[in-house]
């Protein structure tokens, strides 16, 4: 969860979604209402003005998540919680990071890891950073800078992307793993000539999560919000189907929105009903690359339903269930207030050891889903080991 700065600046960019506004693409819809609709046309606005599921990510704030991303890890003790043992526990801990990282997007995500095999000594005593869940922007930066500044003499900061902070088990205070987003209205944490942006502080939580907390992390930094729920049942909103959610969850991936909002799928991926009509769609499984990754039935200015094949694969194998994933997405809602809500196909089914109810969500063929406000429907026709078959339709 990144600590929220005292201003926000409001997103550079905004979707242009007028009610009667006429472009090429819905003029030409109008013209040949059975046409495939543009992907763009199912693209949400953000209307948060931090992490949530619009597209107009605000470029300023977060990073963009192609490409290369180069990561400067440190290790921290402090006065009152010496380190004793070796940093390199700590890195092989986080390393699989990367690798999960490549896998979830396709190869168009890479994190460069790099370790400062060293124990930073931290000025103040681990007690007085403020590590609870109400921790504020300032102190989570002074944290950060203190770790930086300690740090600069033994590392060319200059090279880095971003920064991680890793604390030594001793250091109980130091409890959760937020994300550092800066504030470009003032004037931050600087090292080597360059402004530090972006960063993960890793707390002790790392060790229950595992290497995927800082898959979690890093995607805040890409502009995604939380999908656990910040009051009530902790996971009442999207259960373990993405690692925005559970991180330890039984399929904890990147939902097929979140990987459309972040440019790893492509717009020809992305079939889209934004109007009345109808469309089948032949649905690749999400965790493998190519072919459609996921449905989209536009419902208003900032909602929508999505549908995907979720297949888990490999240590990601025991998914309570698979199928079609179906859900909500409100990119006026806030991170940790449901802007993605699952749709359970199962409400009422007992879910084994180790499954949350969301986790038995996924639908299946004959299955439907009807939303009597909106007109929207989602039909499962057809499912199988490379796929499923929908049929979306409204009006």
Known sequence: MPALPTRLRPLVAALTLLAG????????AALHPNSPA??????????????DEGHDTDRTRFQRAGGTHRVLTLFVDFPDAP???STDAYAAHLAPAAAWMNRASYGRSRLTLRSLHRWIRMPADSTSYGFTRDLTFEAHEKYLRDAVTAADPFADLSWYDMVY???????????????????????????????????????QDMWRWGHKVAAHETGHTFGLPDLYSFTGATHQYAGGWDVMGNIAGPAPHYLGWHSWKLGWTRDDQVACLPRTGRRTVRLSPVERPGGTKIAVLRTGETTAYVAESRRAEGADRAACSTGVLLYKVDSAALTGEGPVRIINAHPAT????????????????????????????????????????VRMSKG
């Open 21 to 28: 506004l006429a472009t090429p693409a819905t003029a030409s």
């Open 38 to 51: 543009p992907a763009a046309d199912c693209a949400l606005p953000g209307k948060t003005g931090w992490t």
């Open 83 to 85: 380190a004793t043992d």
């Open 165 to 203: 902070v890793v604390p030594t088990k001793a250091a109980a205070a130091i409890s959760f793993s937020p994300t550092y987003l800066y504030d470009p209205a003032t004037p931050g944490v600087t090292a080597d000539g360059r402004r530090i942006k972006w960063a993960v502080t890793f707390g």
């Open 350 to 389: 007992d879910p084994p050891t180790g499954c949350t109810p969301l986790d038995l969500a996924a639908h299946t063929p004959g299955q439907t889903f009807t939303d009597p406000a909106t007109g929207a429907r989602i039909e499962v026709l057809a499912g199988g080991p490379t796929g499923d078959t």
